[in-house]
């Protein structure tokens, strides 16, 4: 299973405060990444949360569909957003060549180390050819929980760098080591990662 059910109950219960906190702006990443899509492309947005970033890549003309594993969430974003956002889990994902990106801020960081491969399966046959793929991670050594009772696989750099060659035909466009805070208030490592797909 690639959604833990606890974290899930999370922001289940807490999906007015946690769209109060980081609802209000789209990620400072997704402008960057929408300018290499082709104008007017397909994007996918695994765990779209309130539906920020997706109701910016709709206004930025592309076709959006918006998923996240919490019901509550999928509701936040489609009364905020307004975007047709849908229930849908990583190991959920079944579509073939069907879109031009695919955006997963912070969010791929809950699935379990032992998930990552053949979600990364999924999104790799459901890009197109020349299609890319952003995440974003809460670097660390090893899955834990946070202070809240959140799942979060925690990688390493290097690990994560051994999962993303094992996918062929990926190529790492970019990588961005920074600090950030969280829900938590915790301050920690985090990379973004940018592939394109041959």
Same mark, same amino acid.
């Given at each position: 299973m690639s959604t833990d059910p606890d974290t899930i109950a999370f922001y289940q219960a807490r999906a007015p405060h946690y769209v109060l906190k980081f609802g209000q702006a789209h990620s400072y990443q997704l402008d960057p990444f929408l300018d290499r899509l082709p104008p007017g492309g397909?994007? #996918?947005?695994?765990?779209?949360?309130?539906g920020q970033d997706a109701g910016r890549i709709k206004?930025?003309?592309f076709t959006v569909d918006?998923?996240?594993a919490t019901p509550a969430m999928v509701a936040k974003a489609k009364e905020r957003w307004n975007v047709d956002a849908r229930v849908m889990a990583f190991d959920q994902l079944e579509a073939e060549a069907a879109y031009d990106g695919i955006w997963a801020h912070a969010s791929l960081l809950h699935c379990p180390r032992d998930t990552l491969p053949d979600v990364f399966a999924r999104i790799d046959r459901a890009l197109r050819a020349g299609g890319w793929f952003f995440a974003?991670?809460? #670097?660390g050594e090893e899955e834990a929980r946070d202070a809240l009772g959140r799942f979060y696989n925690f990688p390493s750099a290097d690990w994560l760098s051994a999962q993303y060659d094992a996918i062929r035909g990926w190529q790492v466009v970019e990588t961005r080591h920074?600090?950030?805070?969280?829900?938590?208030n915790v301050e920690r490592d985090w990379i973004d990662i940018i592939v394109r797909k041959a």
């Open positions: 397909s994007v #996918l947005e695994l765990g779209c949360g309130g206004a930025r003309g918006a998923t996240d974003s991670y809460k #670097l920074y600090q950030a805070g969280g829900f938590d």
